[in-house]
């Protein structure tokens, strides 16, 4: 259009139906040709430009037409259609059109047939030139978006010199038509309403310049294309990280980088608390959903932190991702609800938060199942999936979780497995091992215990220059068997030669036994995969210059009260009788029963409303009890901590079930309801509370000093004390954060307010006292406050950690912070926190390896055992002296970032919104909050979108800026226009979960590849705006797709390799095990003698025996074991060192028949 229009005077033009866009399409080329006509001046043709258009009326409208040439109906259509175009190009060339109907050298007509019955669809036109030359063309090429960029079609192209006879032809069919001498169609002069309407688009001046082929728009576009993409190049790794909303430290870069690179090879992510595990989770899934294997993730989180998750998800790493709410409700992250037809519908989901808790149960768990798959399944607090039985024999036995974790492993449902805990050893070391299991370690290391057992032995007996021969043999063995074991430093070894390996280890120099032990620390499955970061990690990581600031320390202050007036203690004395009876006389009816009464007795330590609000609900049980009416079996939400996990509770009770435990005779309840009456009429009238008073004192002290502080509680109801007590002393600085949410003292009243709403004030020194609830402790990051009073402690003293955590932690301020414990004196929270900071260093620093002693001291503390400190002290010794308890909390070293250069940044992302514009189909508008706006335009509602966690903590309505949101990608796509051939040419490949992305810069014929945002700019800015060679564009577009497809193959296959061998090694455990008790088993029923031959002789008769030998056969590929020197060795070890009696008991074949029923074998099944 542009060569041809440059040279003419006159056009004439049959094209479509009238309408902006089409009128904006047949004025291409008319800069140079309004210039021409100008030139002219008197001597141009009016009209210089005709247009036929067409128009689509009902037969009664046509008939009106032709009669009486009533137009009414044909001005309405065409009003219709002429609106202002958003493209900005489109706009520009209506300009010019409306131009030239105003200077009069345009004129258009509206063609209708004459039946009725279709449209005018002929499509030519004829530019003629001062000479009278002209160009013809005609063709099917629809005036359309699709037809002129996106659809096949035919133009045929002539010149009236070249063929004179066709030139003639469509010069009389034109002449016909514009004349209304066509014998089927009828034209029409366009209704002066519309010319008018036409001409109020004309500018004031005369577009001689050709609008420019929106190069601006063009450059938006390949920006955006770019940047939705570059998470799935090869190199986009650092790209998923660059652009979440949240900036990682060195120790999180390293784990989020090897985990997610290790998938399907799962990991177990124990970093102490504080330091981020969740977000490096996220962090991790974010890679991974960028075609790097996972499509379908489950999350699997502790109830009451789903909503805790979601945020993070949303805030931290830009992902919408619906929580399950009960087994029909989904909530989204901006509050909307929807209904699902059941648990099965909504695991239809690609991306699901729900609660371990109903994960777990058994009708949940087989439709768990039977849905489709997951690439990837996600578990918080993973130490609850452990051993139904806690002995060593019994790998077998599984709680519900891990139960279900098994069945989702073995049975293939899930490719792999991300498992968090802080405390991946709560009582027994071999926890963090069956975890391990869960990741798909097997083969010799988890076939039996003791293997590991002897190895970290091993590992003890180098470091102190003892490693003899049997524990170096031992040793040995196992590293030669694992194929992923690293070299040792210094010189290399063959790894499966087990004598040099045993040599090695026996004969370590001294000065090279802590680097031998290392090294054998880290090349064990739980130094691979077991990321364990601590705060002296992060010293290491400063010490290093690779973080700005140093990890505070911590000053411990135990404040010691004891009630001041003798009737607040005779008070409590009382109330203290009352629990001991009831506790004493529930139990007796049942164990675990009287828990009620441990309720009862923590509440009334932590304040006398916490006490009296429970007196208070259970007064109105024992008078429904005494009525012979119905009531309620289970302790009313208020009662029971927020943080409640099952595994406080005793056998039986599960979260939101403890048992009320109200009698069921109804003269018993009269009698309690008169001494539960009693006891509230004295806690009413009490005359001060003795704890409060000191409370205010130290709280002072601290807020006078200009630290913010965290006021912890386990009860809703002690909060709501407490906030009445403060709320005139620091009328403008308190808030409160709950399970409810946060709100804020405005000096009148409480006003509700948002986590994120929360975290600014704090940081803005808004508020000087924050009370919260152990909910609080999770995932809020309160670094701006200075201290934290526990005004109560926890039944679980690992959640202590929890607590300090939300100030103890990188951007804290301060360089020490102040934790501060009331206790009263002589109490068993006294007594017991203080052996356990004596002993253990509780409340100084995590204590790790001494998960044991705080399990046995939450059992003392929830009085189902009585306090002992011997029984501490010896718990803690035994500990101290298990090398492998420590090992299992041995902390990673710091290693230095790779520094691998992101593609795109957040930054990038922000700058891609500025470059949009309201003619490119996107408006973009700043908003008030920093990094926020609002994105708008045709195909948008006004949409709110933000790159700055303030405005995402503080309103969920906003969605994050992201290149995984499909929002995102909808904006790159409004900027792309159908058929544009760009040099920037982008090509994916995908199968299932995976996917790949190539991108090329199409420059003469070799394409320059692009590998980040940096490489793309200097390409655009040199880029004049003409598009590619096609030839040379689609050589480029199937180079970048065969490098893609490539890519994709190769990561699939790896995965699938991968998970292979995760299996393989699963039925190899299974199989060594079975093995070893089948040796055992056979030396016990015939002595030492040829195992084999023993064990075809006792398959050949007709006993139990031979039939439980029959399916060992079996179950071992139907071949006898190949018995190996040091497996032999071995079991004649055992066999010698067996008692007689206990070899008669290994002839009942228990231990082979819990081989036989190793979870494991499911493997074979699947």
Same mark, same amino acid.
């Given at each position: 259009?542009?060569?041809?229009?440059?040279?003419?005077?006159?056009?004439?033009?049959?094209?479509?139906?009238?309408?902006?866009?089409?009128?904006?399409?047949?004025?291409?080329?008319?800069?140079?040709?309004?210039?021409?006509?100008?030139?002219?001046?008197?001597?141009?043709?009016?009209?210089?430009?005709?247009?036929?258009?067409?128009?689509?009326?009902?037969?009664?409208?046509?008939?009106?037409?032709? @009669?009486?040439?009533?137009?009414?109906?044909?001005?309405?259509?065409?009003?219709?259609?002429?609106?202002?175009?958003?493209?900005?190009?489109?706009?520009?060339? %209506?300009?010019?059109?409306?131009?030239?109907?105003?200077?009069?050298?345009?004129?258009?007509?509206?063609?209708?047939?004459?039946?009725?019955?279709?449209?005018?669809?002929?499509?030519?036109?004829?530019?003629?030139?001062?000479?009278?030359?002209?160009?013809?063309?005609?063709?099917?090429?629809?005036?359309?978006?699709?037809?002129?960029?996106?659809?096949?079609?035919?133009?045929?192209?002539?010149?009236?010199?070249?063929?004179?006879?066709?030139?003639?032809?469509?010069?009389?069919?034109?002449?016909?038509?514009?004349?209304?001498?066509?014998?089927?169609?009828?034209?029409?002069?366009?209704?002066?309403?519309?010319?008018?309407?036409?001409?109020?688009?004309?500018?004031?001046?005369?577009?001689?310049?050709?609008?420019?082929?929106?190069?601006?728009?063009?450059?938006?576009?390949?920006?955006?294309?770019?940047?939705?993409?570059?998470?799935?190049?090869?190199?986009?790794?650092?790209?998923?990280?660059?652009?979440?909303?949240?900036?990682?430290?060195?120790?999180?870069?390293?784990?989020?980088?090897?985990?997610?690179?290790?998938?399907?090879?799962?990991?177990?992510?124990?970093?102490?608390?504080?330091?981020?595990?969740?977000?490096?989770?996220?962090?991790?899934?974010?890679?991974?959903?960028?075609?790097?294997?996972?499509?379908?993730?489950?999350?699997?989180? #502790?109830?009451?932190?789903?909503?805790?998750?979601?945020?993070?998800?949303?805030?931290?790493?830009?992902?919408?991702?619906?929580?399950?709410?009960?087994?029909?409700?989904?909530?989204?992250?901006?509050?909307?609800?929807?209904?699902?037809?059941?648990?099965?519908?909504?695991?239809?989901?690609?991306?699901?938060?729900?609660?371990?808790?109903?994960?777990?149960?058994?009708?949940?768990?087989?439709?768990?199942?039977?849905?489709?798959?997951?690439?990837?399944?996600?578990?918080?607090?993973?130490?609850?999936?452990?051993?139904?039985?806690?002995?060593?024999?019994?790998?077998?036995?599984?709680?519900?979780?891990?139960?279900?974790?098994?069945?989702?492993?073995?049975?293939?449902?899930?490719?792999?497995?991300?498992?968090?805990?802080?405390?991946?050893?709560?009582?027994?070391?071999?926890?963090?091992?069956?975890?391990?299991?869960?990741?798909?370690? /097997?083969?010799?290391?988890?076939?039996?215990?003791?293997?590991?057992?002897?190895?970290?032995?091993?590992?003890?007996?180098?470091?102190?220059?003892?490693?003899?021969? @049997?524990?170096?043999?031992?040793?040995?063995?196992?590293?030669?068997?694992?194929?992923?074991?690293?070299?040792?430093?210094?010189?290399?070894?063959?790894?499966?030669?087990?004598?040099?390996?045993?040599?090695?280890?026996?004969?370590?120099?001294?000065?090279?036994?802590?680097?031998?032990?290392?090294?054998?620390?880290?090349?064990?499955?739980?130094?691979?995969?077991?990321?364990?970061?601590?705060?002296?990690?992060?010293?290491?990581?400063?010490?290093?210059?690779?973080?700005?600031?140093?990890?505070?320390?911590?000053?411990?202050?135990?404040?010691?009260?004891?009630?001041?007036?003798?009737?607040?203690?005779?008070?409590?004395?009382?109330?203290?009788?009352?629990?001991?009876?009831?506790?004493?006389?529930?139990?007796?009816?049942?164990?675990?029963?009287?828990?009620?009464?441990?309720?009862?007795?923590?509440?009334?330590?932590?304040?006398?409303?916490?006490?009296?609000?429970?007196?208070?609900?259970?007064?109105?049980?024992?008078?429904?009890?005494?009525?012979?009416?119905?009531?309620?079996?289970?302790?009313?939400?208020?009662?029971?901590?927020?943080?409640?996990?099952?595994?406080?509770?005793?056998?039986?009770?599960?979260?939101?079930?403890?048992?009320?435990?109200?009698?069921?005779?109804?003269?018993?309840?009269?009698?309690?309801?008169?001494?539960?009456?009693?006891?509230?009429?004295?806690?009413?009238?009490?005359?001060?509370?003795?704890?409060?008073?000191?409370?205010?004192?130290?709280?002072? /002290?601290?807020?006078?000093?200009?630290?913010?502080?965290?006021?912890?509680?386990?009860? /809703?109801?002690?909060?709501?004390?407490?906030?009445?007590?403060?709320?005139?002393?620091?009328?403008?600085?308190?808030?409160?954060?709950?399970?409810?949410?946060?709100?804020?003292?405005?000096?009148?009243?409480?006003?509700?307010?948002?986590?994120?709403?929360?975290?600014?004030?704090?940081?803005?020194?808004?508020?000087?006292?924050?009370?919260?609830?152990?909910?609080?402790?999770?995932?809020?990051?309160?670094?701006?406050?200075?201290?934290?009073?526990?005004?109560?402690?926890?039944?679980?003293?690992?959640?202590?950690?929890?607590?300090?955590?939300?100030?103890?932690?990188?951007?804290?301020?301060?360089?020490?912070?102040?934790?501060?414990?009331?206790?009263?004196?002589?109490?068993?929270?006294?007594?017991?926190?203080?052996?356990?900071?004596?002993?253990?260093?509780?409340?100084?620093?995590?204590?790790?390896?001494?998960?044991?002693?705080?399990?046995?001291?939450?059992?003392?503390?929830?009085?189902?055992?009585?306090?002992?400190?011997?029984?501490?002290?010896?718990?803690?010794?035994?500990?101290?002296?298990?090398?492998?308890?420590?090992?299992?909390?041995?902390?990673?070293? #710091?290693?230095?970032?790779?520094?691998?250069?992101?593609?795109?940044?957040?930054?990038?992302?922000?700058?891609?919104?500025?470059?949009?514009?309201?003619?490119?189909?996107?408006?973009?508008?700043?908003?008030?909050?920093?990094?926020?706006?609002?994105?708008?335009?045709?195909?948008?509602?006004?949409?709110?979108?933000?790159?700055?966690?303030?405005?995402?903590?503080?309103?969920?309505?906003?969605?994050?800026?992201?290149?995984?949101?499909?929002?995102?990608?909808?904006?790159?796509?409004?900027?792309?226009? #159908?058929?544009?051939?760009?040099? %920037?040419?982008?090509?994916?490949?995908?199968?299932?979960?995976?996917?790949?992305?190539?991108?090329?810069?199409?420059?003469?014929?070799?394409?320059?590849?692009?590998?980040?945002?940096?490489?793309?700019?200097?390409?655009?800015?040199?880029?004049?705006?003409?598009?590619?060679?096609?030839?040379?564009?689609?050589?480029?577009?199937?180079?970048?797709?065969?490098?893609?497809?490539?890519?994709?193959?190769?990561?699939?296959?790896?995965?699938?390799?991968?998970?292979?061998?995760?299996?393989?090694?699963?039925?190899?455990?299974?199989?060594?095990?079975?093995?070893?008790?089948?040796?055992?088993?056979?030396?016990?029923?015939?002595?030492?003698?040829?195992?084999?031959?023993?064990?075809?002789?006792?398959?050949?008769?007709?006993?139990?025996?031979?039939?439980?030998?029959?399916?060992?056969?079996?179950?071992?590929?139907?071949?006898?074991?190949?018995?190996?020197?040091?497996?032999?060795?071995?079991?004649?070890?055992?066999?010698?060192?067996?008692?007689?009696?206990?070899?008669?008991?290994?002839?009942?074949?228990?231990?082979?028949?819990?081989?036989?029923?190793?979870?494991?074998?499911?493997?074979?099944?699947?």
């Amino acid at each position: 259009y542009v060569p041809a229009l440059s040279e003419a005077v006159r056009y004439d033009r049959s094209c479509s139906y009238f309408s902006s866009y089409a009128l904006a399409r047949a004025a291409r080329g008319f800069g140079k040709l309004i210039e021409r006509l100008l030139a002219l001046g008197g001597q141009a043709p009016r009209p210089a430009v005709r247009l036929l258009v067409n128009e689509q009326l009902d037969r009664e409208d046509v008939q009106a037409l032709l @009669e009486t040439g009533d137009t009414s109906r044909l001005e309405s259509q065409l009003k219709k259609r002429l609106k202002s175009p958003q493209d900005l190009l489109a706009r520009q060339r %209506l300009a010019m059109l409306a131009w030239l109907a105003q200077a009069g050298w345009l004129e258009i007509r509206v063609g209708v047939m004459r039946s009725g019955v279709g449209i005018h669809h002929g499509k030519f036109g004829i530019a003629r030139d001062e000479t009278g030359d002209a160009v013809i063309f005609m063709g099917t090429s629809n005036e359309t978006a699709d037809g002129l960029m996106a659809n096949y079609e035919n133009v045929e192209i002539s010149t009236s010199w070249q063929d004179p006879e066709r030139y003639q032809h469509y010069v009389r069919e034109f002449e016909d038509l514009w004349g209304d001498n066509h014998a089927y169609v009828h034209t029409v002069s366009l209704p002066e309403a519309v010319r008018l309407q036409l001409i109020k688009f004309a500018p004031a001046a005369p577009p001689v310049v050709e609008p420019q082929e929106d190069l601006e728009r063009k450059k938006a576009a390949m920006f955006w294309q770019f940047i939705v993409e570059a998470p799935y190049l090869a190199n986009g790794g650092p790209a998923c990280d660059a652009t979440a909303l949240v900036e990682l430290w060195p120790h999180q870069r390293r784990v989020v980088e090897e985990a997610a690179g290790a998938w399907p090879e799962g990991r177990l992510l124990c970093d102490e608390v504080g330091l981020g595990k969740t977000i490096e989770a996220i962090l991790i899934l974010r890679r991974l959903l960028a075609g790097r294997g996972v499509r379908r993730a489950l999350l699997l989180v #502790p109830a009451g932190l789903l909503g805790q998750w979601q945020g993070e998800l949303r805030e931290k790493g830009g992902l919408l991702v619906p929580r399950l709410m009960g087994p029909t409700t989904l909530a989204w992250p901006d509050g909307g609800t929807e209904k699902v037809g059941g648990l099965g519908e909504a695991l239809t989901q690609d991306i699901l938060i729900m609660s371990r808790e109903l994960a777990r149960l058994d009708d949940n768990r087989a439709i768990l199942l039977t849905a489709e798959p997951w690439d990837l399944v996600l578990l918080d607090e993973a130490h609850a999936a452990r051993r139904g039985k806690q002995e060593e024999g019994e790998f077998n036995s599984a709680t519900l979780l891990l139960q279900l974790l098994r069945d989702l492993q073995l049975k293939g449902k899930a490719r792999g497995f991300l498992l968090l805990s802080a405390t991946p050893m709560q009582t027994q070391p071999w926890e963090p091992w069956d975890l391990l299991s869960i990741l798909g370690e /097997g083969g010799v290391w988890l076939a039996e215990f003791k293997a590991v057992r002897d190895y970290y032995q091993a590992v003890a007996a180098v470091r102190q220059g003892a490693c003899g021969k @049997e524990l170096s043999r031992q040793a040995a063995v196992l590293i030669a068997a694992d194929p992923d074991f690293p070299q040792p430093p210094g010189n290399p070894i063959n790894l499966t030669d087990t004598t040099q390996v045993a040599q090695k280890l026996a004969f370590v120099p001294p000065t090279q036994r802590d680097d031998m032990a290392a090294w054998l620390r880290r090349g064990s499955p739980l130094g691979r995969r077991m990321h364990r970061n601590t705060r002296g990690t992060l010293k290491q990581y400063h010490s290093l210059g690779l973080l700005q600031e140093a990890p505070p320390t911590r000053k411990v202050e135990d404040i010691v009260f004891e009630y001041q007036d003798v009737h607040e203690r005779q008070v409590y004395d009382a109330i203290t009788r009352y629990i001991d009876k009831r506790f004493e006389q529930i139990e007796k009816e049942k164990t675990g029963k009287g828990f009620v009464m441990t309720v009862y007795r923590r509440r009334a330590a932590s304040s006398p409303l916490a006490l009296e609000r429970s007196l208070e609900r259970r007064r109105e049980g024992l008078k429904r009890v005494a009525a012979h009416l119905a009531y309620d079996w289970y302790l009313q939400a208020e009662d029971v901590p927020e943080a409640l996990e099952i595994d406080d509770l005793p056998e039986g009770e599960g979260v939101g079930k403890v048992s009320s435990a109200l009698p069921t005779d109804p003269r018993a309840a009269k009698a309690e309801l008169a001494e539960v009456e009693g006891l509230l009429d004295s806690l009413r009238g009490l005359p001060g509370d003795s704890k409060r008073d000191k409370f205010l004192e130290v709280l002072r /002290g601290i807020t006078d000093e200009g630290r913010a502080v965290l006021v912890f509680t386990e009860y /809703g109801d002690t909060l709501d004390y407490l906030r009445t007590c403060l709320k005139d002393i620091y009328p403008r600085g308190l808030a409160c954060y709950s399970g409810a949410g946060g709100e804020r003292w405005d000096g009148e009243e409480w006003q509700r307010c948002s986590k994120g709403a929360i975290t600014q004030a704090l940081q803005k020194r808004k508020i000087q006292v924050l009370l919260c609830t152990d909910a609080a402790s999770e995932g809020l990051n309160l670094q701006a406050a200075g201290a934290v009073i526990n005004y109560d402690l926890p039944w679980n003293p690992a959640r202590v950690e929890q607590r300090i955590g939300r100030i103890d932690r990188i951007g804290q301020q301060h360089p020490q912070v102040w934790v501060v414990n009331l206790f009263i004196r002589d109490s068993v929270d006294d007594k017991v926190y203080r052996a356990l900071q004596k002993r253990c260093g509780l409340f100084k620093h995590f204590v790790g390896a001494m998960q044991p002693v705080l399990a046995r001291a939450r059992r003392m503390l929830l009085y189902q055992e009585p306090f002992d400190m011997a029984d501490l002290e010896a718990t803690a010794s035994l500990v101290q002296t298990d090398a492998l308890a420590a090992e299992t909390y041995f902390e990673s070293q #710091p290693e230095s970032p790779d520094g691998k250069p992101a593609a795109i940044t957040l930054a990038d992302m922000e700058e891609a919104l500025k470059l949009c514009q309201e003619g490119f189909g996107v408006k973009v508008k700043a908003l008030k909050e920093a990094h926020t706006y609002e994105i708008s335009g045709p195909g948008f509602k006004k949409t709110p979108i933000s790159a700055g966690l303030e405005a995402l903590e503080k309103e969920t309505k906003i969605r994050p800026l992201s290149p995984f949101d499909p929002f995102t990608k909808k904006i790159a796509g409004k900027l792309l226009r #159908p058929g544009e051939r760009l040099p %920037l040419v982008v090509a994916s490949a995908q199968e299932g979960p995976f996917r790949s992305t190539v991108a090329m810069w199409v420059r003469g014929q070799k394409p320059l590849p692009i590998t980040a945002l940096v490489e793309l700019k200097a390409s655009m800015s040199v880029w004049n705006g003409q598009p590619p060679e096609p030839e040379a564009w689609h050589r480029a577009r199937q180079k970048a797709r065969q490098a893609a497809e490539r890519q994709v193959k190769k990561m699939n296959h790896q995965a699938q390799k991968r998970v292979q061998m995760l299996m393989a090694r699963q039925i190899m455990a299974a199989k060594i095990r079975l093995t070893k008790e089948l040796g055992r088993f056979l030396m016990c029923l015939g002595g030492t003698g040829e195992l084999n031959a023993i064990f075809n002789q006792q398959m050949s008769q007709n006993t139990p025996t031979a039939i439980r030998l029959k399916q060992c056969f079996e179950m071992l590929g139907n071949r006898y074991p190949d018995w190996s020197m040091e497996l032999r060795q071995e079991l004649e070890d055992f066999y010698e060192n067996l008692p007689t009696n206990k070899r008669q008991a290994r002839i009942l074949g228990k231990e082979v028949d819990a081989a036989l029923r190793d979870p494991r074998w499911q493997v074979k099944k699947s």
